[in-house]
């Protein structure tokens, strides 16, 4: 008989599958890393496995001790889902912004949800950051893993993800794409692939390519507000390391969402926002390649990792009247991969 003992065990291991409609006329072979297919939904159940067990080895995290993390989703969702097995209490804290639906998927998950002001500022003592770190210090055994500084983030990957990569596509990778939130995913792929790849003849290195929102610091923007959940900051975290990514492509909101809707409709991968982000960065690379050497592109393949379901958007990009309310679907609608592609 085969089977798990607990579904934490499934995390990681997820197919490629081939882009097939929105690449249309591009040459390039572009793969999809599909992270929903993880237990949990998203790539973060690969970084709160690896979280955990690193903090369970450190002693930093005991038997009955309480995972405090302000998280609004997918990394809360992980969390939760490993700490089950293990015993350990969640509780999550979430700007009132993030949609009762989402808090209620942590409660759903036995996690407990502190809910705070969206509108103050960092340093007051109701704000989201104020509120995790006094839990920290007044839960006793409590353990924050905080994802945006911890290196066992990248190490997951780095462990995991790469690794998937280099063997599924038989060490022919030519690039790799991904949004790039905390930095973790593109930092321990990224720098996993390069390792692997360093001194191949043919094929050279693998190109690491970060997508980005518009107004993001990442590709040299201030912070300025961009609708794209899960990517994008106005600060660097310590999770990401500028020197893996070759470059980094600005995609805009409007772009980002026609194309998150062209993957259901076309694709039949129902994902997230920063999914549809990292596609028109991948197909922007493609098109790119093509004008510069037709022979390079053919024998391209570029691996795009999309990083959760679209489940979680149903109310947003998916819903007609807010994608309106924004002129996005004006935009969007009825969008050429040509004009995406620019
Ligand atoms: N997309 C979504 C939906 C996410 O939740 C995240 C994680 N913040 C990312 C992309 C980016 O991944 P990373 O934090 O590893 O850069």
Not at 214 to 241: C, I, K, M, N, Q
Request: net charge negative; glycine share 12%; charged share 20%.
């Amino acid at each position: 008989m085969k089977f798990a003992s607990h579904i934490s065990e499934l995390v990681g291991g997820t197919p490629l599958v081939r882009l097939s409609s929105v690449t249309d006329g591009l040459a390039a072979t572009i793969l999809a890393k599909v992270e929903y297919l993880n237990p949990g939904g998203s790539a973060k159940d690969r970084i709160a496995l690896k979280m955990i067990e690193a903090a369970e080895a450190s002693g930093e995290l005991r038997p009955g001790g309480t995972i405090v993390e302000p998280t609004s989703g997918n990394t809360g969702v992980g969390l939760a889902l490993v700490a089950q097995r293990k015993g350990y209490r969640c509780v999550f804290v979430c700007p009132d912004k993030v949609s009762a639906d989402k808090r209620d998927v942590l409660r759903a998950y036995g996690a407990e949800v502190v809910v705070t002001p969206t509108s103050v500022a960092p340093d007051d003592p109701e704000s989201y950051y104020s509120v995790s770190d006094r839990l920290v210090r007044e839960i006793p055994g409590a353990w924050k893993p905080n994802q945006y500084a911890n290196q066992n983030g990248p190490a997951s990957h780095y462990e995991s993800t790469g690794p998937e990569i280099w063997s599924d596509t038989d060490g022919l990778v030519t690039h790799f794409v991904a949004g790039v939130g905390t930095g973790g995913t593109i930092t321990g792929t990224g720098r996993f692939l390069r390792e692997a790849s360093a001194g191949r003849a043919d094929l050279g290195e693998v190109r690491i390519v970060g997508a980005d929102p518009e107004g993001s610091v990442y590709s040299g923007g201030t912070g300025r507000p961009y609708l794209v959940e899960g990517v994008g900051e106005d600060f660097w975290p310590t999770a990401y390391d500028p020197a893996v990514p070759h470059e980094i492509v600005a995609v805009s909101d409007a772009d980002s969402f026609a194309m998150t809707r062209r993957l259901a409709r076309e694709e039949g991968l129902l994902v997230g926002g920063s999914c549809g982000m990292a596609v028109v960065a991948a197909l922007r690379l493609a098109r790119r390649l093509q004008d510069e050497d037709a022979v390079a592109a053919a024998r391209a393949v570029i691996v795009v990792l999309l990083p959760d379901s679209g489940r979680g958007y149903m109310s947003k990009i998916f819903n007609d009247a807010w994608m309106r309310s924004y002129g996005f679907l004006d935009a969007g609608e009825g969008v050429t991969a040509g004009e995406i592609l620019r």
